[in-house]
């Protein structure tokens, strides 16, 4: 069986991160055939403008995403949208494609009832834009998210089930490219 390679992308820099704890909670959930690593470095990516030379930075990322099989992101919402510095880093990609075809999950999380919703709306239509691998089960908004986390990883059995159910579909994505 050949071993899947998963990029976990966190758009929140906190320390303490929910949503970093999201992506290490995937790492849990994986097929045995499955590796998921989180980027670690996007604050250190400069502001996109076109024409502008990839510095090393910009080189790790865009190389991260082009040797991995599939790629999760675990977001959260500021001002009703994407954190600019996740923004920031997809653009730096629009020009090069690392993210065409790729499959993907999508997943927001906010300590409100809205799950942030917004900035994960936001984050597919990016994704569209990039031409990424997804269908209607390649996202989720965890809302409350402070109440479904214990000791640095989600407990929630609802959460956890959502979570299983995403990874299954991104790696049934994968099948479709013939990567098992
Ligand atoms: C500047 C700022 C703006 C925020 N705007 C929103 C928002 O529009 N919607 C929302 O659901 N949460 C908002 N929040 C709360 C974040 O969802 C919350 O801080 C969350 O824990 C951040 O994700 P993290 O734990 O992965 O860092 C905002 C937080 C900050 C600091």
Not at 3 to 25: A, E, H, P, V, W
Not at 78 to 103: I, M, Q, R, S
Request: net charge negative.
């Amino acid at each position: 069986m050949e071993q899947i390679k998963i990029l976990g992308i966190s758009g929140s820099l906190r320390t303490d991160s929910t949503n970093t704890i999201i992506l290490n909670t995937c790492k849990t959930l994986l097929p045995a055939n499955a590796t998921l690593t989180v980027f670690q470095g996007l604050d250190l990516i400069p502001h996109f403008s076109p024409g502008l030379e990839d510095n090393e930075a910009v080189a790790r990322f865009k190389s991260a995403v082009a040797q991995a099989d599939a790629v999760i992101f675990s977001t959260p919402e500021y001002a009703f949208g994407l954190p600019g510095t996740l923004k920031n880093a997809l653009d730096w990609t629009v020009g090069t494609g690392e993210f065409n075809a790729k499959p993907v999950a999508a997943i927001s999380a906010s300590p409100l009832n809205t799950g942030g919703d917004k900035a994960l709306a936001s984050l597919l239509l990016t994704l569209a834009a990039l031409g990424t691998l997804r269908n209607d089960h390649s996202s989720a908004a965890i809302p409350n998210i402070k109440g479904k986390i214990e000791q640095g990883y989600v407990t929630d059995i609802q959460t956890l089930d959502m979570l299983r159910a995403l990874i299954n579909n991104l790696t049934s994505l994968l099948n479709l490219r013939g990567v098992n």
